[in-house]
């Protein structure tokens, strides 16, 4: 199976590298590529992005360059989980979603940080997804699915186990985005699921280590956002 995955920077990074998760990722992935799966992967910028974002802002440094900053951060933890893979990543960071599929056909693992000002990595995710005809995008972040409102704020939040991508879309809106900015899923990632008719998940990060019995079946406590039938 070919399956782009994204990790946010909230597990990857949230304050310092999280090396646990990292480790965890790379176990999985070489496990994955063991059972002849194709794997694309997008990082994004955690709590270090944040950081440089608020301090550009703090500076009155306009939007776009506060976007570059934020890209800067994805590609430095993207370089990490790089290095931390070895000989079966790219060596670099990749920047264009063409490159990334022709270093997953040499078969390589393409990791790709933010690529564009203006969107996030949610929407790059989605993007590699499907300029690789990816059959599965799978998010994890540090909340385990989606919630009907922010479960860190709200008791009353409840998980919702599967849904569609115009569901997805109705709780997400189009809220503009910003540099920084904390939200279930980039609406421009939301409308390239739509648009593209791929199956997604997204998960905890405590699922990452049982991903591959995930892909061959077993139960998780996720979200799935499910493609339309034909």
């Known amino acids: 199976m070919r399956i782009t995955i994204c990790f946010g920077?909230?597990?990857v990074a949230p304050g310092n590298p999280d090396i646990a998760c990292i480790r965890d990722i790379v176990t999985t992935v070489r496990k994955l590529r063991s059972q002849k799966h194709e794997v694309l992967i997008v990082v994004g910028g955690g709590e270090l992005a944040?950081?440089?974002i608020n301090a550009a802002r703090e500076l009155g440094i306009p939007g776009i360059d506060q976007d570059h900053i934020g890209i800067a951060a994805t590609r430095l933890n993207a370089q990490l989980l790089i290095s931390?893979?070895?000989d079966l990543a790219e060596p670099a960071p990749v920047t264009v979603f063409e490159k990334a599929v022709r270093a997953m056909l040499r078969d390589k693992i393409p990791v790709m940080g933010g690529?564009?000002?203006g969107q996030t990595t949610d929407a790059v995710a989605a993007m590699l997804a499907q300029a690789s005809k990816s059959e599965l995008l799978i998010f994890f972040t540090n909340v385990d699915g989606v919630y009907t409102a922010d479960p860190k704020v709200d008791p009353k939040a409840?998980?919702?186990v599967r849904m569609s991508a115009d569901e997805l879309a109705r709780l997400v809106g189009s809220e503009e985005f910003k540099p920084g900015m904390k939200a279930i899923m980039d609406p421009v990632a939301v409308k390239l699921i739509q648009r593209a008719n791929m199956e997604t998940l997204v998960m905890g990060s405590h699922e990452i280590k049982r991903l591959p019995e995930?892909?061959?079946?077993a139960k998780h406590t996720g979200t799935i956002i499910?493609?339309?039938?034909e």
């Not at 995930?214 to 079946?217: F, M, S, V």
């Not at 499910?226 to 039938?229: D, F, K, L």
């Open 9 to 11: 920077g909230s597990i």
């Open 214 to 217: 995930i892909l061959n079946g």
């Open 226 to 229: 499910t493609r339309v039938s």
């Open 50 to 52: 944040r950081v440089y």
């Open 158 to 160: 409840k998980k919702i």
């Open 115 to 117: 690529t564009t000002p």
């Open 84 to 86: 931390a893979l070895g």
